[in-house]
Antibody, heavy 123, light 107 residues
Framework: QIQLQQSGPGLVKPSQTLSLTCAIS??????????WNWIRQSPSRGLEWLGR?????????DYAESVKSRITINPDTSNNQFSLLVSSVTPEDTAVYYC?????????????WGQGTTVTVSS | DVHMTQSPSSVSASVGDRVTITCRAS??????LAWYQQKPGRAPKLLIY???RLQSGVPSRFSGSGSGTDFTLTISSLQPEDFATYSC?????????FGPGTKVDFK
């Protein structure tokens, strides 16, 4: 059974880069039937899907247009994890960040979630 | 982008009640719709995927229906552990998007 464990700082200064990691247990980041997603949640924006990475003979990445210029999602096969980088953060990036998994047969349903990381952007 | 709306935004109900929540997509998404339950301080939990398929381990009192733009989540007999916020999510078109949520609380 796949589990996801998030790590990363809870406080980031404005204009800096937010960096979070999601460690995978019970499965492989290189599985060719799943996709690895990042989602955030704030009172003002609700649940917001940020992007995903997945492996189908090669690596693919998809990002939400609203953050595409500032975010990077990277798989890390050596450590069986994936990461989120958000650059040039502002207070509007303050949110609870989640990593989550979907599988091809779930038609986009996210069935396994990390525990969530509360990130505050403040000086 | 596909915009998701839900109604009602909140509903007050009692144990044993039948509760129905509606989700509408701004454009057709076939059956690429999922429903989640979320409790305070916790990550969302997948209940329904592919609009009507029950996720493994989810009680059968939960059911989903719909296709295209209009979808429904029904709880046939509300249990104490069901008081939570319910959200829909479309996965047909990038960016995947969520509804604003429906809070089910005690009457």
């Amino acid at each position: 059974q796949i589990q996801l464990q998030q790590s990363g700082p809870g406080l980031v200064k404005p204009s800096q880069t937010l960096s979070l990691t999601c460690a995978i247990s019970g499965g492989s980041v290189s599985s060719n039937t799943v996709a690895w997603n990042w989602i955030r949640q704030s009172p003002s924006r609700g649940l917001e899907w940020l992007g995903r990475t997945y492996y189908r003979s090669k690596w693919y990445k998809d990002y939400a247009e609203s953050v595409k210029s500032r975010i990077t999602i990277n798989p890390d096969t050596s450590n069986n994890q994936f990461s989120l980088l958000v650059s040039s953060v502002t207070p509007e990036d303050t949110a609870v960040y989640y990593c989550a998994k979907t599988a091809d047969w779930l038609k986009g349903g996210l069935d396994v979630w990390g525990q969530g990381t509360t990130v505050t952007v403040s000086s | 982008d596909v915009h998701m709306t839900q109604s009602p935004s909140s509903v007050s109900a009692s144990v044993g009640d039948r509760v129905t929540i509606t989700c509408r997509a701004s454009q057709g998404i076939d059956s690429w719709l999922a429903w989640y339950q979320q409790k305070p301080g916790r990550a969302p939990k997948l209940l329904i995927y592919d609009a009507s398929r029950l996720q493994s381990g989810v009680p059968s009192r939960f059911s989903g229906s719909g296709s295209g733009t209009d979808f429904t989540l029904t709880i046939s007999s509300l249990q104490p552990e069901d008081f939570a916020t319910y959200s829909c999510q479309q996965a047909k078109t990038f960016p995947f998007s969520f509804g604003p949520g429906t809070k089910v609380d005690f009457k």
